[in-house]
């Protein structure tokens, strides 16, 4: 039983499917199989059995499980102590989070050498992290249990920490069309503008900035991080609106 192969059967039961779990660790569908069949050969047992839903652990699978996890992490932990230097933690990061929130969670994190990966997506880093090919990532959500922004999540279960709280601004030119101006699908911007109560035209525009530069413009208005609004306040270019939109959490999330 070797650790290469315990990292591909946790990365098959997050993901439920060997290709998926061959691109989450950067491998061929190919080698993922033969590493699980060389397990199941060690363990003179079936770990895992097909469902409609997916690949699914068996009886012996989920008592797997917790043990694989365990042995993982004390390697991890041995190769800290030998090596002698800070833990590695291999962050995913949402691009989508402000610069200046960024850099003060990254201070939070001071201890651990960090290794970061970007991803446009929720649900490429949220399965990283559930796959074992994240330790762990900064996302963006809405207040209260994980996923209440309204991405889904993946089938293992996650634990996360509030770092901060990004507040929110509806915001549009003096003079402006009455339409809600909608960022990327996806998008946590996008996903808490879906949650606001307004009955308006709705006009996708794309990326934030682009969704900033149509505010600018006047073509309607826009919930943005306040962050980036504040300039454009303090220069009268753009104007708050009387709505309260709830902030966002900057959580920190790994596997439970």
Do not use: N
Not at 19 to 24: C, D, K, S, Y
Not at 100 to 116: G, M
């Amino acid at each position: 039983m070797e650790l290469g192969q315990l990292r591909v059967f946790e990365a098959v039961v997050a993901h439920r499917t060997i290709a998926e779990a061959a691109t989450a660790l950067a491998l061929e569908p190919s080698a993922v199989d033969a590493q699980l069949r060389s397990l199941e050969r060690s363990l003179a047992t079936t770990l895992l059995h097909r469902t409609p839903q997916g690949l699914a652990p068996t009886p012996s699978g989920e008592r797997l499980l917790p043990w694989s996890r365990r042995l993982l992490e004390q390697a991890e932990q041995a190769r800290r102590e030998v090596a002698g230097s800070r833990p590695r933690l291999r962050l995913g990061v949402l691009h989508s989070i402000p610069d200046a929130d960024l850099s003060a969670a990254l201070a939070q994190l001071a201890d651990y050498r960090l290794e970061l990966h970007t991803s446009a997506t929720y649900d490429t880093v949220l399965h990283d992290v559930a796959a074992g090919a994240l330790d762990a990532a900064l996302i963006l959500d809405a207040p209260g249990p994980l996923g209440s922004l309204g991405f889904p999540l993946p089938p293992a279960p996650l634990a996360h920490l509030d770092l901060a709280e990004l507040p929110l601004a509806v915001v549009a030119a003096p003079t402006h069309a009455p339409r809600l101006l909608l960022p990327t699908p996806g998008s946590p911007y996008r996903l808490a503008a879906d949650l606001l109560p307004l009955t308006l035209e709705r006009l996708p525009t794309g990326p934030l900035p682009t969704t900033l530069a149509c505010t600018l413009q006047g073509l309607g208005l826009a919930l943005l991080p306040a962050s980036t609004a504040h300039p454009h306040l303090a220069t009268a270019t753009l104007t708050r609106l009387p709505h309260h939109p709830p902030p966002l959490h900057l959580r920190l999330i790994r596997r439970a």
